[in-house]
């Protein structure tokens, strides 16, 4: 038998009247519940391996763009010794 245990969650106004909404079409709130929380979990502990590297490094680009005008760079940032150098030198100078 599966330990089973009730989950009291606390809805405000317009999460409530959605809530009774879904409920009135048929939707079971509690599997509702139980597919959120399984969806959420897979993410939580899907492999960053797994993870689409260029997408990331897109969505990076894009939430933390280049400032206009950002003289380019002196070394070449696919050359992992060349980055290196290149950044320990940058933040060699700020230190100054």
Known sequence: MMNVRLVNVRLDDKRLKKAQ????????????????????YEKLIESPRQAD???????????????PGLPARDYNVHNRNEARRGILRNLHRKRK
């Open 53 to 67: 590297a260029e997408a990331i490094i897109r969505e990076i680009h894009k939430e933390y763009p280049d400032p």
């Open 21 to 40: 909404r879904l409920r009135s079409q048929g939707i079971t709130l509690s599997d509702l519940v139980r597919e959120a929380i399984d969806e959420r």
